[in-house]
């Protein structure tokens, strides 16, 4: 029932409980800013953003890749091992942790994760596939990860099946060695072996490297959508 109000109404609480939630690390040594995203093509959405005061900041990229188009051969460079992501594994758990906080140390709206937040939101939480997760290991070190969802109740709507690559990273001291390369493609296998059609993923616009990456396997747009902020103050 469009018009009526309730999409404000709606948002308004969320933002009220935003600042509530946020109010601690208010005037502390960081911005607060509250952040929610919504796809280009729902321009009702950003017009409803942008009269509550929220502004655009960031622009996101969703990718798929047909999953039936054939996939190349990209061997692990030599003296590294592959490991399924197994939750069990408490110590492979957390050098995962450590290698994403590494990855993704400097990059916009990524804060590092504690162990217990670690294994809620990324390795337990609602979607998460685990056995469809690898990780790569120098030694004894994590020095790149990928992991895997499936979201069936999506499905149904956007007319396909689809694996997802939730976070994909290597750490700083291996970029350049074809780690990102092959644990994508390894990922995309376990997709096709468990009947999916296509590959799924999003990335920020101001990536290159790793649009290139995408691009580099086969992977195509198929929509845009915005980060939208509002400073807490």
Avoid at 32 to 37: E, S, W
Avoid at 85 to 93: F, M, Q, S, W
Wanted: glycine share 12%.
């Amino acid at each position: 029932m469009p018009g009526r109000g309730v999409g404000r109404a709606l948002l308004a609480w969320q933002v009220a409980r935003g600042r509530e939630l946020v109010a601690p690390d208010v005037g502390g040594d960081r911005p607060v800013f509250l952040r929610t995203y919504a796809e280009d093509h729902l321009t009702d959405r950003s017009r409803l953003l942008r009269a509550a005061g929220f502004d655009a900041r960031r622009f996101a990229v969703s990718m798929r890749r047909d999953l039936r188009d054939p996939l190349p051969d990209v061997p692990l460079p030599d003296g590294l091992r592959a490991v399924e992501l197994d939750p069990a594994d408490d110590v492979l758990v957390d050098g995962v942790r450590r290698a994403h906080n590494e990855a993704f140390a400097g990059h916009w709206g990524s804060e590092p994760f504690e162990p217990d937040d670690w294994r809620r939101r990324v390795l337990v939480g609602p979607g998460r596939r685990p056995d469809l997760s690898r990780a790569v290991l120098d030694g004894e070190r994590v020095v790149a990860y990928v992991v895997s969802g499936t979201y069936p109740d999506d499905w149904a709507a956007q007319g396909w099946t689809e694996g997802w690559v939730d976070l994909l990273g290597v750490v700083d001291s291996h970029r350049g060695t074809g780690l990102g390369r092959h644990l994508l493609v390894a990922a995309m296998r376990t997709y096709a072996g468990e009947g999916l059609e296509y590959a799924g993923l999003g990335v920020d616009v101001e990536n290159p490297r790793a649009l290139g990456l995408y691009t580099g396997l086969g992977f195509e747009e198929r929509g845009r959508e915005t980060s939208w902020g509002l400073d807490v103050t």
